[in-house]
């Protein structure tokens, strides 16, 4: 189920955090870790092409899905064997749970993954999600991505940036991938996995940035903000 950017937490004043799943939440790339082993054909091709700023980030994963064959079951089965979580995410789930602070998995992700991990842990109603509904068909697996509002948005990311920040409220941006660097350039804050390609990517763009290892250091660092 996708959950639009105007749902009900849009109307509880203050911060907002946002944060991406595969390689900050979880580990390992979960949506790469499932076309290594299920994609039919060269999927890196569109990465490169992604990295090249030849195609977006909606283009590249469509057409890398697309070589998809097999079923849900099947991929949820695999993935989720090979999937661990970040250390105390579930202290950042408590933290803004308690202070009410909307937490929102921005992903680009296999949504029927992150679903069942969130229910799993027991996270259901203390976060949302906003990334694309996966489709399986007999031509491959389609997505279907949240609306941008913005012309000058790059992805849906940096899309919910702007859309929380024209309603006032200051938004905390955290990730550890290239597709994150135009949502971490316009949040009010932001957290990198350390060593990730996010983070030497705001070292160069001079881009404010935590680095972090696990989530109790960025419970630590978000203390009472904004």
Known sequence: MLI??????????????LCDFDG??????????????FAV???ERYDRQLEEGKI?????????FALVRASRLDISSEVLKA???????????SHCDQRHIPLVIVSAGLDFIVREIVRSNGWEGKLELLMPRSLFTSRGMKLQFPRTRFRSS???????VASYQKLGRPVAYIGDGSPDLAAAEAADLVFTVKDSKLSRLCDRRNVAHSDFRDFAEVVQALGSWP
Do not use: Y
């Open 83 to 93: 999937t661990t979580l970040r250390p105390h995410f579930g202290d950042l789930v």
């Open 24 to 37: 900050t939440i979880a580990n390992i790339d979960a949506a790469e870790f499932a076309l290594r082993k």
């Open 4 to 17: 639009p950017v105007a749902s009900s937490a849009l109307l509880m004043a203050g911060a907002v955090v």
């Open 41 to 43: 054909g060269d999927w």
């Open 154 to 160: 790059q992805s849906f990311k940096d899309d919910t």
């Open 56 to 64: 977006t980030l909606k283009q590249c994963l469509e057409r890398e």
